[in-house]
């Protein structure tokens, strides 16, 4: 039995929005009464939960009101999040975010091509309370919400998946360092349009002057034979230590022209009397 604002006890049935459909083979269902004692929480807690739409509703059956497993791991998000000094209000503002992500499928899913996918990035599954152990209080709904806009985030189930441990690990510790949150993630936005331009730099360049004939008659709807496919698939493949290659040279040599020209400028300012000084 649940408890009305006045302490009387109302049946768990009567709860009134729940989307229809039955459990899935295997899941755990519980009424009110019983997820709230599995949750460690009081059935008013409970109740308030719903009533700020903290959990989805529950699913009907008739009267009856039953709650899944789905329920109880957000119960136990909100719990750890709480524990994180996150208020109520931002929690409700997080997981508007979370629920609204797009789909770890949508991310992570790849179509067949000729080739096996380049990157060799590892994504990382993260509850909410481990991402907010890796950002603390930058783990704010504008933040989450770019990240789920560029792509470093998917929502899938009551879980995060972030699309690479590299990046994952580089943003941690540049947060750590302190650098706000939404300058890596603005940094990240910029950083893709450049990589995106060099891809598409690349690829223009291979299509220009490798694959042009082979790619210009399967355009007109020629048939392109197996051998020709072939060709397409080795050209491509080549492509892929070259392109890094070069990358990393011109990244690594950018890196020192910018940090001698830095050192430079501020030799020149410190005996120029610019510099702070003691």
Known sequence: MAENSNG???PDEAVPDSPAGAPGPGTREFRMADLAEAAG????????YRERKLIPPPRREGRIAWYNEHHLARLHTIAGLLERGHTLGGIAELLAAFDTGRDVGELLGLENTLVAPWSEETPVRLTPEEL???????????????????????????????????????STELVASGVPLSAVLQAGREVRAHADALAGLFISVIRTHVLADVLDRAATGATVDPAELAHITRTVEKLRPISKGIVDA????????????ELESWRRETESG???GD
Do not use: C, Q
């Open 8 to 10: 009387a006890p109302v």
């Open 41 to 48: 929480i009081t059935v008013r807690t409970l109740r308030f």
């Open 250 to 261: 011109e990244l690594s040599m950018a890196m020192d022209r910018r940090v001698r020209a």
């Open 274 to 276: 610019g510099g702070s």
């Open 132 to 170: 907010a152990d890796h950002f603390k209080d930058d783990v704010t709904p504008e933040n989450l919400s770019a990240s789920l806009d560029i792509g470093y985030l998917a929502v899938d189930g009551d879980e995060f998946v972030h699309i690479s441990r590299r990046l994952l690990d580089a």
